[in-house]
């Protein structure tokens, strides 16, 4: 197991360190083709959301230099980054993935986007080709970790979110919300999820704003409101009361200025920000205006706090399913690891018992079909007692520490050479057909 995995989160580093990291979904495939060519990286894959940027890898030998990758590519120095960072390998590499898959180590444990978000940045990796063998093994048992908490826990039912605080602070700013005007600007998932509880809530009309028009009129659309230009978002923003904010923008687009002009021609009629991108896209300068309130992403992680006591039973119980399955994907490997060397042991010996029955044919005569059987049977049986012994020795260790030294004795004593092994080294379709086959065994 090679895995190695490094990254920052919404515990580890502050918001304003990974507004620094984050990558735009358009530059997602190259930043994966640059990690599968940096030195020591046979797969990778990276995660880039509002509250985590992680890159997740399987090395050549069990070590590779991420944090390089990390200075390198985002052109930050150790004393910028390192004291931020968190590192994972083998066995807590993968805990860690099914953790983040399950949402155990959300903003907000249980909700639902982290998973969705996952599998994007696993189809974009995979398209790339930067995700193949290994890692598509650990992705995949993730995505059925994250199914069976989801399953056998309540610790997704809450309904607290990211959305539902939003909702509640912005009750507290204007008592009703019943009527207030909603303009999102960026039509992405989260913006939209945001839109749907405060329409709930009673809001009145909504104006959605992208660069990329027609993405704005397909979302407008979905709540009977009104497409702006993005050209336009300036001179219309002062028509809303709340506005979240989501564009992708490398840099912040509402300024102190931008908000003196909302104020100005609202006659200092208060205006909420929910600004949930990262990077930022409201300044911190536009807090400092009376009537302006403005909630980042962090902002919102503190409200949320508050909210999941409730789910720390349930969290407990999604732990422990974490822990037995990272113990059962390490066996599978390990069990995995083997069956090159059996396949070998048993082509070997096969092609040694055929070699023997050709070299004393023409010594036997004439055979009836009773005595081929027979001699068919005789030297089967002698063949599968020899590998017996090997076999089982080599199951057994598949579940410990010694299975690499166990296989390297039994390959030298039957003289198995590499090439053998590699020949017949399990394809991921047959590996995920063995992992299928082991799962339906342990239900039935």
Do not use: W
Not at 108 to 121: C, D, R, T
């Amino acid at each position: 197991m090679r895995y190695q995995l490094i990254g920052v989160n919404h515990k580890s580093a502050p918001l304003e360190v990974r507004e620094r990291l984050a990558i735009p979904e358009s530059r997602l495939p190259d930043t994966c083709r640059d990690l599968t060519a940096y030195p020591g990286i046979e797969e990778g894959m990276v995660i880039s959301t509002c509250n985590r940027v992680e890159v997740i890898t399987h090395t050549t030998n069990g070590s590779a230099d991420l944090r390089g990758f990390l200075h390198d590519h985002f052109h930050l120095t150790a004393e910028e980054l390192d004291a931020h960072l968190y590192e994972f390998r083998e066995k807590d590499a993968v805990r860690h993935m099914f953790r983040v898959a399950s949402s155990l180590d959300s903003m907000v444990v249980g909700e639902a986007q982290i998973l969705g978000q996952v599998k994007e940045a696993y189809a974009t990796a995979r398209a790339v080709g930067a995700v193949r063998g290994q890692l598509d093994q650990l992705l995949t048992r993730a995505f059925a970790v994250a199914k069976r908490v989801r399953t056998e826990t309540a610790v997704g039912s809450s309904s607290v979110s990211i959305a539902s605080v939003a909702v509640e602070l912005a009750k507290k700013i204007f008592g009703t919300l019943h009527g207030k005007n909603v303009f999102i600007v960026g039509a992405g998932k989260m913006s939209e999820l945001a839109a749907r509880h405060l329409m709930a809530h009673g809001c009145g009309s909504i104006f959605v704003s992208n660069r990329t028009y027609e993405r704005a009129v397909g979302l407008a659309q979905k709540f009977n409101g009104q497409a702006i230009k993005f050209d336009d978002l300036y001179n219309t923003c002062d028509r809303a009361d709340i506005v979240i904010t989501s564009t992708g923008s490398p840099k912040a687009i509402f300024h102190r200025e931008h908000g003196e002009q909302f104020l100005a021609r609202r006659k200092n009629r208060p205006m909420f920000f929910i600004d949930i991108a990262v990077p930022r896209d409201v300044s911190p300068e536009m807090a400092k205006l009376d009537g302006i309130f403005t909630y980042d992403i962090d902002d919102l992680q503190q409200a949320v706090s508050s909210h999941v006591a409730d789910r720390r039973k349930e969290a407990e119980r999604a732990e422990a399913i974490i822990a037995s399955e990272v113990e059962r994907f390490e066996a599978r490997l390990h069990t995995l690891d083997v069956v090159p060397t059996i396949v070998s042991l048993q082509d070997h010996l096969e092609t040694i018992r055929q070699a023997e029955i050709d070299r004393v044919r023409g010594r036997l005569g004439q055979l009836t079909p009773e005595q081929e059987i027979a001699v068919e049977a005789l030297t089967r049986g002698i063949i599968n007692k020899v590998m017996h012994t090997p076999i089982t020795t080599l199951k057994t260790a598949a579940k410990e520490a010694e299975a690499t030294t166990v296989v390297d004795v039994v390959r030298r004593l039957f003289n198995l050479r590499e090439k053998d092994k590699e020949a017949t080294q399990p394809s991921n379709k047959e590996s995920a057909n063995a992992a299928a086959s082991e799962e339906a065994g342990t239900r039935h």
